[in-house]
T-cell receptor, first 111, second 113 residues
Framework: QQQVKQSPQSLIVQKGGISIINCAYE??????FPWYQQFPGKGPALLIA?????SEKKEGRFTISFNKSAKQFSLHIMDSQPGDSATYFC??????????FGTGTSLTVIP | DAMVIQNPRYQVTQFGKPVTLSCSQT?????MYWYQQKSSQAPKLLFH???????NEADTPDNFQSRRPNTSFCFLDIRSPGLGDAAMYLC????????????FGPGTRLTVT
């Protein structure tokens, strides 16, 4: 059973546009929601993370929006750049170190 | 730089021939993880260690074993690799008590012929 559902599977955005990736979860015990960025041939790297006591977190061009009542969270990439082309994974964790990953979104930013 | 190192980066083994993948870390984290990632899929947790306390995921096949001789090193043993075990294997570390960031190694790409 997929603990975290992610969409879309792939996304193509023009340079300068906004990329939006969505995730949903069911388990209300989750208390930490990170986003990972993975380039081909590399391991995932933490991009940004949020806890459920805040509705939004912004770091540079990357923003997480969190809707606790809907059990959804999303990643927004503003002013998308070709260097942002990668696979993005959302994840959820409860009470510590065990993480459940979404199925990933392949983002392509066209120059 | 503190990091997670995986060796080898690419491993080719024959069907049924045991193989060992290694992971080392200079972060001094006491939690280590092994994930399996197949093409275009999410990383799937196989097992993790809190120090030497081993935690196996319920659906991890018995064919997969792990050893952690000390804080810095962790090994993944595949006793009889099948074609379906071809994947990227990712090692990650984090501090205990979390939630803390997981630091991933670059992965080992396993091919089974």
């Amino acid at each position: 059973q997929q603990q975290v559902k992610q969409s879309p599977q792939s996304l193509i955005v023009q340079k300068g546009g906004i990329s939006i990736i969505n995730c949903a979860y069911e388990n209300t015990a989750f208390d930490y929601f990170p986003w990972y960025q993975q380039f081909p041939g590399k391991g995932p790297a933490l991009l940004i993370a949020i806890r459920p006591d805040v509705s939004e977190k912004k770091e540079g061009r990357f923003t997480i929006s969190f809707n606790k009542s809907a059990k959804q969270f999303s990643l927004h990439i503003m002013d998308s750049q070709p260097g942002d082309s990668a696979t993005y994974f959302c994840a959820a964790s409860m009470g510590g170190n065990q993480f459940y990953f979404g199925t990933g979104t392949s983002l392509t930013v066209i120059p | 730089d503190a990091m997670v190192i995986q060796n080898p980066r690419y491993q080719v083994t024959q069907f049924g021939k045991p193989v060992t993948l290694s992971c080392s870390q200079t972060l001094n984290h006491n939690v280590m993880y092994w994930y399996q990632q197949k093409s275009s899929q999410a990383p799937k947790l196989l097992f993790h260690y809190y120090d030497k306390d081993f935690n196996n995921e319920a659906d991890t096949p018995d064919n997969f074993q792990s050893r952690r001789p000390n804080t810095s090193f962790c090994f993944l043993d595949i006793r009889s690799p099948g074609l379906g075990d071809a994947a990227m294997y990712l090692c990650a570390t984090s501090r205990e008590g979390g939630p803390y960031e997981q630091y991933f190694g670059p992965g080992t790409r396993l091919t089974v012929t």
